[in-house]
């Protein structure tokens, strides 16, 4: 299986602030990924698809980029709202794989 | 509107047997792929597998495979995920989810089925 590993495990940010997310996969996956946001309490939110694909609805301060095996999600001026866990997912090979995720904490 | 509407929050005892479903609502149900993930307390996500309504294909997690079977049944547009004998590593919430179109990543999510073992 390939292994997604995203750094930090924890980033603590101040509102206003940028935020900088990183998934490495094991091995490469083109740009087979996507990133989820997710609350407590709720079911995930789908971000970016084929790495750098805004979903429908998402605002124009969530950024991805990468190719490969080096990915990077950008969350630019924090709003109270995206403080949450982030996760990846590549969907390149079978099965298909999750990071364990990064939690953005209100500095 | 898609809608994937899951089944209540579960309790259950080791060794017991379980299903649990996710009805879809909004669209076509058989022309889309439905996923099932799992989390377990505190965790990341994990792919269990998916299944494609329209003719039941599956594919499976080979690290899921004979844990669990899904399920579908097209005409009350639900899918299933089932398990035989429970054990209490099997404690989770497991969510339903879709792709928007084609593809694999998933836009619209179930809001999650709490899954309890225990003695």
């Known amino acids: 299986d390939i292994v997604m590993t995203q750094s930090p495990a924890t980033l603590s940010v101040s509102p206003g602030e940028s935020a900088t997310l990183s998934c490495r996969a094991s091995?490469?996956?083109?740009?087979?990924l996507a990133w989820y946001q997710q609350i407590p309490g709720q079911a995930p939110r789908l971000l970016i698809y084929?790495?750098?694909t805004r979903a429908t609805g998402i605002p124009a301060r969530f950024s991805g980029s990468g190719s490969g095996t080096e990915f990077t999600l950008t969350i630019s001026g924090l709003q109270s709202e995206d403080f949450a866990v982030y996760s990846c997912?590549?969907?390149?090979?079978?099965?298909?794989?999750f990071g364990q995720g990064t939690k953005v904490e209100i500095k | 509107e898609v809608q994937l509407v899951q089944s209540r929050a579960e309790v259950r005892k080791p060794g017991e047997s379980l299903r649990i479903s996710c009805k879809g609502s909004g669209y076509t149900f058989s022309y889309y792929w439905i996923a099932w993930v799992r989390q377990m307390p505190g965790k990341g996500l994990e792919w269990i597998g998916i299944?494609?309504?329209?003719?039941?294909?599956?594919r499976y997690n080979p690290s899921f495979q004979g844990q669990v079977t899904m399920s579908a049944d097209k005409s009350i547009n639900t899918a299933y995920l089932r398990w035989h004998s429970l054990e209490a590593s099997d404690t989770a919430i497991y969510y339903c989810a879709r792709p928007l179109d084609s593809g694999s990543h998933y836009f619209y999510w179930g809001q999650g089925t709490l899954v309890t073992v225990s003695s």
């Open positions: 084929d790495a750098s």
């Open positions: 091995q490469s996956i083109s740009f087979n």
């Open positions: 997912q590549q969907y390149n090979n079978w099965p298909q794989t």
């Open positions: 299944i494609y309504p329209g003719d039941s294909d599956t």
